[in-house]
Structures are given as structure tokens and as C-alpha cells.
């Protein structure tokens, strides 16, 4: 059913002041204490303020890694060209998306992505050819999969997939898979491909052989694909797209009629099947929203509608280039996605000149059943992003179970992983204190300014005791435990 811009409009008339209280005090329900402004005493006493979010300042790690809270430790679980696969070869580089999987006899399976792009050639540690495992034998990304002791020990680590491109983010599903995304449209015989990318693929971290002979869930589209999250009760599933030049894209996947959603069954769709849909949002009023930069004030809610993508292939049109203005809603650098709260949480990372509002950042939550997006968080453009403290570039998300969320940062200059509560409070989780000091120039930095890399793959084990996540470049993953509290 669509919802008209006039319903729209009538709705909020009638709720007034009460959609953007939804917008505005909604946001994660399920996460007890997040919603708190104060602690309750007893009946007419004054209210007093709640205690700080988060563990407190973060303290600088001796060993030039990675700065926590007291009382908090990592673990090295991968890295880069030091650790090995079960076949002797180095763990790839560049770890991007992650999920974590409860595995056999108490261990936990973490599906890592490498976004590695364009030709083996450009990369040192590419992901292995694995035999049998392979899409493209000239591309260089894919996926492993590593194997966690319940003490956060690594055990092992093998291929999922490989001759994938640029995989970025993903998302997992209910039945227990994780959906890597190719962020890249490159065609077969461009940047040196043999095959087509721009896909999602299905990895099963619990059984090896349904990953042999890999091919693309074409169903879902070709375009600069990021995340993806699953609507466990309607199996739709949303996908953001990372693109500029014009501004990507929020899209909706509905399954064809008599679908049953299980582990391979993505596999098996035609590339034409079910209907692939991009987003347009319009204001309380009725009115168009071309762009979600547009959204100032968190709290801002938005009807949405979905319009149908021509050719979800895009054979000679990128998707998004195929809609004309009007038609639907654009944003800068969509990226992360999580499903919580029965909904998608949605990151916009940052929004410049190309769009018509700057921003360094924007979370958003779209809620299937009233169709409506809700911007959350939202962070005004860093002036000074070399100072530590202050957090931009909002990327990869999770919704803790401890209450928030918790979200990786690929902004400029220093990067964290960071808590951000309901009420709008942020707090430190963790700062990357390994400067590209090998790499700076080529990454932006200096010896008197240092470049650090961005945090990806945030995630926590299944029980919530160990937060993973991952410093992109050169390729570390981490695991974070301590004395978590509700938040």
C-alpha cells in the first residue's frame, strides 16, 4: 500500500507536535535506560541528573594501538600479512564489514570483509584464490571467515568467498548468513575485471560447500552497493548505496509472491525477481525532499514512498542515473544499516558541497510500518577534526545490548568508536592511535598532522560480552571486552 503525500500531510496535521515527539523520543525502545534524562527518586523529591554516558575518558595505549576506557582491553584477533589462513596464507587486508555468528562448541564465526579493489596486482595481501571459491580470478577482495574461542582467542580463519571487489559493508540475515556487498560498478573488461561487479553474495559461515561456485543475487541490483538489512517479518530487504555524482540511493527489495527466505535460497532467484525499489521522501507538508541533507533538526520525520527501478542491472545506466529530478530522494554516502527496533537504521556519513546542506553526519531509523524516516543523530560539520573528542563521519552501526548504539567513525583526523544514546549524548568507546606513519602522505596526513584509519565491522559476539571491530588500514581485528553497563 502507498502512502500518499496527502495522507501524509493529514496524519501529521492531526498528531502536531506528537510526530516529532515520536522522531524524536522512539529511537531504541528495546535498549533499557537509553531513553533516561535523569534517575527517579522517590515521589516529590527533585530529580538528579543521570550519571555521564559511557566508561569515562579514554586512556592512551602504550603499546601506539588502541585507546580505551580503564578497565577495558582488546585483543589482536587478525592482522594483515602477520596472521595466517588454515591453507599458510596471510590474512588479507583492508577489513571492512563484519558479523558474528555463534559457532560450534561455544566459538564465535566472524564473517570479515576485505575491500580490496580492482586488480591482485595493486594489492599486497589480496584474498586468496581459494579453489572452488572463486567469482573473478582478477579481482581482488572478498571475504573470510574467522573462528573466535569463547576467551576471544583466534582458532582459525578461511575463505568465504573470494574475486569479489571493493567489499565494503554487507549485513547478516535471520537464518544465520551474511550478505556481502560490492561497493564498485565496474563491468567485465573494465579495471582489469573478467566478469561483472556491482553485486551482493551470500556467504554461510557454518557450512563451507555453499559457498562453492559463488554467483551474484542479481535480484537485488547492480550499483555501489554498502549495506543491507532484512525485515525479518515482511522479508523485505533495504540496501544503501555509496555513490556520487548523482547522490546514491535507499532501496527495498520485496521478494516474489510464495518466497520463503532460508540459507541459499537467494541463490536460486531469477535476476528479475521481485521488485527492486528506490526511495522518495516528502516533508509533513506534502512536499518533495530531494536530498535527506535537507533534515537539520533530529526529530524530523519523513513519509516515504517507493518508485520502481527501470533496470535494476543497469546495463547502460547506472541506477541511480536513471531517475530524472523529482523522482526520488538522494543522499551523500549511505552507508552502514542495522536492523533493531523493527526497523533500519540508516547512516548517512557526511554531505558537502554537493549536496545542499553539510553535515558530518546523519542517522537515521525508517520504520516499515508506519513508513516514515526519522532522522535520530545528526552531527554539524567538524571544524576541528584533529581534536579528540569530536566525532564525525558516522559509518558502520550496531545497536548495542547494552542500550544505543555504537558506531564506527570514518570522518577526518582522529577516529573512534563511539556511544551515541537517544538523548543525542556521545561518549568514547575506543581511539585508533596507530598513525599511517608508512602511508601518510598518500593518505592525507603528515609527521606533524598523522593520518589514521577508519573503524569498520563494528559488531558485538552473541552473548554481548565482546565488541569486535576493525581498523581498516592496515587490516586489524580487534576485540574489545570490559565492565559493559546498561546505558
Known amino acids: 500500500m502507498t502512502l500518499s503525500r496527502r495522507d501524509f500531510a493529514k496524519r501529521s496535521a492531526v498528531a502536531g507536535a506528537g510526530v516529532a515527539l515520536t522522531g524524536s523520543v522512539g529511537v531504541l525502545a528495546t535498549a533499557p535506560g537509553a531513553l533516561a534524562g535523569t534517575v527517579p527518586e522517590q515521589r516529590g523529591a527533585r530529580p538528579r541528573p543521570a550519571r555521564p554516558p559511557g566508561y569515562g575518558p579514554l586512556v592512551r595505549d602504550p603499546k601506539g594501538l588502541l585507546a580505551l576506557p580503564a578497565g577495558f582491553s582488546y585483543r589482536v584477533i587478525t592482522r594483515a600479512g602477520v596472521t595466517k589462513l588454515e591453507s599458510g596464507e596471510p590474512t588479507p587486508s583492508h577489513h571492512d564489514g563484519t558479523a558474528a555468528f555463534e559457532g560450534p562448541r561455544g566459538t564465535t564465526l566472524l564473517v570479515n570483509n576485505h575491500e580490496l579493489k580492482g586488480p591482485r596486482a595493486g594489492w599486497k595481501y589480496p584474498v586468496p584464490l581459494a579453489q572452488g571459491f572463486v567469482y573473478d580470478p582478477a579481482a581482488s577482495g572478498g571475504c573470510t571467515v574467522v573462528e573466535v574461542s569463547h576467551d576471544g582467542a ?126 522518495k521522501c516528502f516533508d509533513s507538508g506534502g512536499r518533495f525532499v530531494d536530498d535527506l541533507s535537507r533534515a537539520t533538526r533530529p526529530g524530523t520525520v519523513y513519509g516515504v514512498d517507493w518508485v520502481d527501478v527501470p533496470d535494476r542491472d543497469a546495463a547502460s545506466v547506472s541506477v541511480r542515473k536513471q531517475f530524472k529530478g523529482g ?86 583526523g582522529v577516529q573512534h568508536l563511539f556511544g551515541a544514546l537517544d538523548d543525542g549524548r556521545t561518549y568514547p568507546i575506543a581511539r585508533n592511535d596507530l598513525a599511517l606513519t608508512s602511508a601518510a602522505g598518500a593518505a592525507g596526513g603528515s609527521a606533524e598532522k598523522p593520518s589514521y584509519s577508519e573503524f569498520t565491522g563494528v559488531t558485538f559476539s552473541p552473548d554481548g560480552r565482546t565488541l569486535f571491530a576493525n581498523i581498516q588500514e592496515p587490516g586489524i581485528m580487534l576485540a574489545i571486552t570490559g565492565p559493559w553497563r546498561r546505558q
Open 327 to 412: 523522482e526520488v530522494t538522494r543522499a551523500r554516502k549511505l552507508e552502514g544499516m542495522w536492523w533493531a527496533d523493527g526497523g533500519a537504521y540508516v547512516v548517512s556519513s557526511f554531505a558537502r558541497e554537493e549536496s545542499p546542506v553539510q553535515h558530518d553526519g546523519q542517522v537515521w531509523f525508517y520504520d516499515p510500518r508506519r513508513r516514515t524516516l526519522t532522522l535520530k543523530v545528526r552531527f554539524g560539520v567538524n571544524k576541528d577534526p584533529e581534536r579528540d573528542g569530536a566525532f564525525d563521519g558516522p559509518d558502520n552501526i550496531t545497536v548495542s545490548p547494552h542500550g544505543g548504539l555504537v558506531i564506527a567513525e570514518d570522518g577526518e
Open 154 to 279: 583466534h582458532v582459525t580463519e578461511w575463505v568465504g568467498i573470494a574475486g569479489t571487489s571493493t567489499n565494503c559493508a554487507g549485513g547478516a540475515t535471520p537464518w544465520g548468513t551474511w550478505l556481502t556487498c560490492e561497493e564498485t560498478e565496474d563491468k567485465a573488461g573494465q579495471n582489469g575485471m573478467t566478469k561483472t561487479h556491482g553485486y551482493v553474495f551470500e556467504v554461510d559461515p557454518h557450512d563451507r560447500r555453499a559457498g562453492r561456485a559463488p554467483e551474484p543475487v542479481k535480484a537485488l541490483g547492480r550499483y555501489a552497493h554498502e549495506a543491507v538489512v532484512v525485515d525479518p517479518a515482511r522479508g523485505h530487504l533495504y540496501l544503501t548505496e555509496d555513490a556520487a555524482g548523482p547522490n546514491g540511493l535507499l532501496y527495498r527489495w520485496t521478494p516474489p509472491a510464495g518466497f520463503r527466505h532460508g540459507r541459499g535460497r537467494l541463490r536460486t532467484l531469477a535476476a528479475g525477481a521481485g521488485r527492486l525499489q528506490a526511495f
